[in-house]
């Protein structure tokens, strides 16, 4: 695989703010460009906003067509008219994290200088160290351009739910409900060193070139491809890959020693080779260090206090077969809630769909989320 960058112009819908936004890092980058969608209709008051945060490789195109992959959204699912997150009675809205590849201020974007002078080439590994609270402050400035003050809530999972925690415990006054799904409050060793196999891998394709792959129009398609891989293996169960693919070869009936692939070999080369088109390797090593960085006790001193004397209700939720963010997990962030004597409740879904039950249909999931957004609205008196 030795592939050009194939990434097509798109004209994402954003808004670009002169002032930029000061990191965690001490960089502060200007201008910030937040890409973004939205979807119903912003009610009067401006007290009937949503804010949905996106997982890892996700995108700002939630409940829409993906302009580079022509799929559906990635959580058309549950947003939408009449679906537990109700476009028909909620504003909903759903940004490209800072760091990403899909619009937002990332490494493939312009490279800018102190003043916010374009520099005529991509920030590339140029780009600074990035926060998952870096991508909350961002969030927060593009709901502050729309007008909103207070959203009805925050919900997301993965790496989104990661961002739904640093919203409560950064901005609890702009927050009446938060669902932090299928996460925890910090990443652990375990995923980080899966992260670090993935970026190794981009590391140590030829067509790397330092991060400098951009100058001649290539990408580390290999590595970015595997990367992929094993980060798609975490989504899932043993189970559910179990269930899917089992032991059954792809195109032949007998092992023969040959070129025989098991599907699950297919499924997961599949997976690489189409991931490769539509994200950008520079992006995924900014955005799997931010989730990585992630750990909110150690920010606040514990977990409970970055919560304390919040008035944010939460809802968490965890799914039985996930090993990639234990229920275990979940558990302990809802102790914390307690502790600091937040109003939370939890569900354990169970599921053989591993962590990307989250995206998938789950009804049992859909129903509780769907509830706690319908009891949000109504304390908001919506």
Partial sequence: MNELASFPVIAHSRVVLPEGLALDCGVTIRPLSVAFRTYGTLNAARSNAILVCHALTGDQYLAETQPV????????????PGLPVDTDRFFVICANVLGGCMGSTGPREEMT???????????????????????????????EHLGIDTLLAVI????????????????????????????????????????????????????????????????????????????????LSE???????????QGANAVTFLEDVFQVESYLRHQGSTFVRRFDANSYLTITRAMDLFDLGAEHGSVAKAFSGTGTRFFVASFSSDWLFPTSESR???RALNAAAARTSFIEVPTDKGHDAFLLDEPDFHRALGGFIRGAAGEAGL
């Fill in 332 to 334: 302990a962030m809802v």
């Fill in 239 to 249: 189970e559910a890959l179990t269930r899917k693919f089992g032991r059954r070869l």
């Fill in 156 to 235: 997301g999972g993965s790496m989104g739910g990661m961002q739904v925690l640093e919203w409560a415990a950064t901005f609890p006054g702009a927050v009446r409900a938060a669902a932090p799904i299928a996460c925890a409050t910090h990443h652990s060793a375990q995923n980080i060193a899966f992260h670090e196999v993935g970026r190794a891998a981009i590391h140590a394709d030829p067509e790397w070139r330092g991060g400098r792959y951009w100058e001649d129009g290539r990408i580390p398609a290999r590595g970015l491809s595997v990367a992929r891989m094993v980060a798609h293996i975490t989504y």
């Fill in 69 to 80: 992959t022509g799929k559906g959204g990635w959580w058309a699912n549950l947003v939408g």
């Fill in 113 to 143: 200088d102190e003043h916010g002078t374009g520099l005529g080439r991509p920030w590339g590994t140029d780009f600074p160290t990035v926060t998952v609270r870096d991508m909350v402050r961002a969030q927060k400035k593009l709901v």
